[in-house]
T-cell receptor
C-alpha cells in the first residue's frame, strides 16, 4: 500500500460546480502538504502549500488538512473549463538523513465541461 | 523566464543505448530532483541533490546515475536503456527542502 492514496478519477463536473479532491495518507510523520496542478504534457505547478491542520484559502481554492484523520482535501469553487487538469497531492516528511522529500499521490484527473 | 529547463523534450532510444538528460535552473535553488512519471504510478523520485556536491538515491534509482555539475545543473544518465525506462522524466528544484518545488516541462523518453 502506497503511503499516499489518491483516486485517479476521472472526475467530470459541470462548469460552476464545487469540486472536492482528496488524499489519504498513512505516515503520521508527514509535516507539510501541497497540491499541484498539471496540465496535459506540462510539468506540475504548485497551487497550495500548508503545514498545519485547518483550512487555507487562495481565491477559488481551499486546502484542508485533517492530521487526526490523515486526510487532506482541495476544494475548487465556481469551477471553470480551464481548471481541467490532473491534481496531485504531495506530502513531506523528514528522512532519517534529515532531508525533506515529497511523496506524491497518483493524481486525480478533473474534467470541467461547459 | 526564470525556471527549470530540461533538454531534450523528446527522445527515442534503442535498448542498450545510453543518454544523458540535462536540467538547469536559474533560481539559485539549493536542491534539485529527478522524477519519473508513469500512467497510474504518479511521480516517483529517482535521485535528488540536497545541495551542490551531494546526491542521494530516491525510490527508483536502479539503472540511473546522476551528476550535480554545479549549483545550476543536475543531469540524469541512463547507461544502458531498457524498455522499462520508457517514461516522462521531470526535473525539479527547491530553494529550501520542504518548501515549494518548481518543475521543468519534462522529457518524454521512449525506449524501443
Amino acid at each position: 500500500q502506497k503511503e499516499v492514496e489518491q483516486d485517479p478519477g476521472p472526475l467530470s463536473v459541470p462548469e460552476g460546480a464545487i469540486v472536492s479532491l482528496n488524499c489519504t495518507y498513512s505516515n503520521s510523520a508527514f509535516q507539510y502538504f501541497m497540491w499541484y496542478r498539471q496540465y496535459s504534457r506540462k510539468g506540475p505547478e504548485l497551487l497550495m502549500y500548508t503545514y498545519s491542520s485547518g483550512n487555507k484559502e487562495d481565491g477559488r481554492f481551499t486546502a484542508q488538512v485533517d492530521k487526526s484523520s490523515k486526510y487532506i482535501s482541495l476544494f475548487i469553487r465556481d469551477s471553470q473549463p480551464s481548471d481541467s487538469a490532473t491534481y496531485l497531492c504531495a506530502m513531506i516528511a523528514p528522512t532519517s538523513g534529515g532531508s525533506y522529500i515529497p511523496t506524491f499521490g497518483r493524481g486525480t484527473s478533473l474534467i470541467v465541461h461547459p | 523566464n526564470a525556471g527549470v529547463t530540461q533538454t531534450p523534450k523528446f527522445q527515442v532510444l534503442k535498448t542498450g543505448q545510453s543518454m544523458t538528460l540535462q536540467c538547469a535552473q536559474d533560481m539559485n535553488h539549493n536542491s534539485m530532483y529527478w522524477y519519473r512519471q508513469d500512467p497510474g504510478m504518479g511521480l516517483r523520485l529517482i535521485y535528488y541533490s540536497a545541495s551542490e556536491g551531494t546526491t542521494d538515491k530516491g525510490e527508483v534509482p536502479n539503472g540511473y546515475n546522476v551528476s550535480r555539475l554545479n549549483k545550476r545543473e543536475f543531469s540524469l544518465r541512463l547507461e544502458s536503456a531498457a524498455p522499462s525506462q520508457t517514461s516522462v522524466y521531470f526535473c525539479a528544484s527547491s530553494e529550501v527542502q520542504g518548501r515549494s518545488y518548481t518543475f521543468g516541462s519534462g522529457t518524454r523518453l521512449t525506449v524501443v
